[in-house]
């Protein structure tokens, strides 16, 4: 049972564009998002996150929507840029069955800016 | 330099011989993990560790064994390892462990293995 779904595989986008990454959670216990990211022959970064508390988180370029009543949370690049393509990752912190907590990761989606 | 370091990066090996990959971190983090990475599943953790000597199983356990002797070193095994466990290998630590407030994970560079 995937707990965290990353939909699209893969997204192009034009550079200066905005870039949407989406993710769904089915876990209603998961309180903390985050996003990685992750460079070919890299192990993945941590990008930005969003506790459950909040709707809207910005650093910079990206910024991470969370709808709880959907279970829905998306990240949005603007300006994209080259330099952002990579595969980005969609992970959720909660309590895992034992009882302790646990990160569980989406598939990923392969970003791709064109300039 | 704050990091997480993996050896070997690269590994081919034959069905049922043991191999180690090491996993060391240099920030005195408590929480340490393992993660393959396989196309279309994503990144699925293998075995966790809270803290020295304790240690739990992720979702992947099977096939898997670990240890956390000492703070910084995390090691996984693989005792007598099989092809359906040739995959992308990563070790992470973070401060603590993931929580409401949690801290992020610090992954390492990665361990490509083949099992023949």
């Known amino acids: 049972d995937q707990q965290v779904k990353q939909n699209s595989p893969s997204l192009s986008v034009q550079e200066g564009r905005i870039s949407i990454l989406n993710c769904d959670y089915t876990?209603?216990?998961?309180?903390?998002f985050l996003w990685y990211k992750k460079y070919p022959a890299e192990g993945p970064t941590f990008l930005i996150s969003?506790?459950?508390?909040?709707d809207k988180n910005e650093d910079g370029r990206f910024t991470v929507f969370l709808n709880k009543s959907a279970k829905h949370l998306s990240l949005h690049i603007v300006p994209s840029q080259p330099g952002d393509s990579a595969v980005y990752f969609c992970?959720?912190?909660?309590?895992?069955?034992?009882?302790?907590?646990?990160?569980?990761f989406g598939k990923g989606t392969k970003l791709s800016v064109i300039p | 330099e704050a990091q997480v370091t993996q050896n070997p990066r690269y590994l081919i090996t034959v069905t049922g011989k043991k191999l180690t990959v090491t996993c060391s971190q240099n920030?005195?983090?408590?929480?340490m993990s393992w993660y393959r990475q396989d196309p279309g599943l994503g990144l699925r953790q293998i075995y966790y560790?809270?803290?020295?000597?304790?240690?739990d199983k992720g979702d992947v356990p099977e096939g898997y064994k670990v240890s956390r002797k000492e703070k910084r070193n995390f090691p996984l095994i693989l005792e007598s390892p099989s092809p359906n466990q040739t995959s992308l290998y990563f070790c992470?630590?973070?401060?603590?462990?993931?929580?409401?407030?949690?801290?992020?994970?610090?992954f390492g560079p990665g361990t490509r293995l083949t099992v023949l």
């Open positions: 969003i506790s459950s508390i909040k």
């Open positions: 876990n209603s216990m998961f309180d903390y």
């Open positions: 920030m005195n983090h408590e929480y």
């Open positions: 560790s809270m803290n020295v000597e304790v240690t």
């Open positions: 992470a630590s973070s401060p603590r462990a993931p929580g409401s407030l949690t801290d992020t994970q610090y």
């Open positions: 992970a959720a912190s909660g309590v895992s069955g034992a009882g302790s907590y646990q990160l569980t």
